[in-house]
């Protein structure tokens, strides 16, 4: 069983509109997490970690982490078509540090005018 | 924030000869850093983990005798692909990340052997 799963989509989502993607995870001690976005032939961009229950807010992009339910969850409110790309959840690390992570296989969304 | 620089960003080969990709923190010292392969529309997978003065922790599956890795400083990996052939080709990512900093990648590398 993959320890981080991701429905690998598309999403596709109207300009302006809330795009929502979502993660789950196998390891019930895992620490923290990290979105990744990641644009097609270029390498992952990190936009957003999460490393306690609740929300993390940071522009337009809110992570949301329940790690009784273990998911993660990445919102991007008001859509824009450079959103568009390929989203990866990744985990479980240990809090704030560079150590070994496990990659989902990724969320493509897509922006539409 | 941390940097980690890649190079060359993308190179072409003969089949048989060997590749050297270097992977550098610009701005923070590094003893882990990772190296990732990808295939087109295929997640990242994790081939090694590079530890500064000691050997490279292969995945399941990762050759190593193939996939040379060597971590010599605080800032600096490198991974020689030796004997390189068509299957080789791929896009190869390393990424570190700064103490109690998350992971950072490099530009990545495209490799294509012909």
């Known amino acids: 069983q993959k320890e981080v799963e991701q429905n690998s989509g598309p999403l596709s989502v109207p300009e302006g509109a809330i795009a929502s993607l979502n993660c789950t995870y196998s390891?019930?001690?895992?620490?923290?997490f990290f979105w990744y976005r990641q644009y097609s032939g270029k390498s992952p961009e990190l936009i957003m970690s999460i490393y306690s229950n609740g929300d993390k807010e940071d522009g337009r992009f809110t992570a949301q982490l329940n790690k009784a339910s273990q998911y993660v969850s990445l919102l991007i409110r008001d859509s824009q078509p450079s959103d568009s790309a390929t989203y990866l959840c990744a985990g479980p690390g240990n809090t704030g540090t560079a150590s070994k992570l496990t990659f989902g296989t990724g969320t493509r969304l897509q922006v539409t005018l | 924030g941390a940097v980690v620089s890649q190079h060359p960003s993308w190179v072409i080969c003969k089949s048989g000869t060997s590749v050297k990709i270097e992977c550098r923190s610009l701005d923070f010292q590094a003893t882990t850093m990772f190296w990732y392969r990808q295939f087109p529309k295929q997640s990242l997978m994790l081939m090694a983990t590079s530890n500064e003065g000691s050997k490279a922790t292969y995945e399941q599956g990762v050759e190593k005798d193939k996939f040379l890795i060597n971590h010599a400083s605080l800032t600096l990996s490198t991974l020689t692909v030796t004997s390189a052939h068509p299957e080789d080709s791929s896009f190869y990512i390393c990424?570190?990340?700064?103490?109690?900093?998350?992971?950072?990648f490099g530009n990545g590398t495209r490799l294509t052997v012909t």
């Open positions: 990424s570190a990340g700064a103490t109690n900093s998350p992971l950072h």
């Open positions: 390891d019930r001690v895992s620490q923290s």
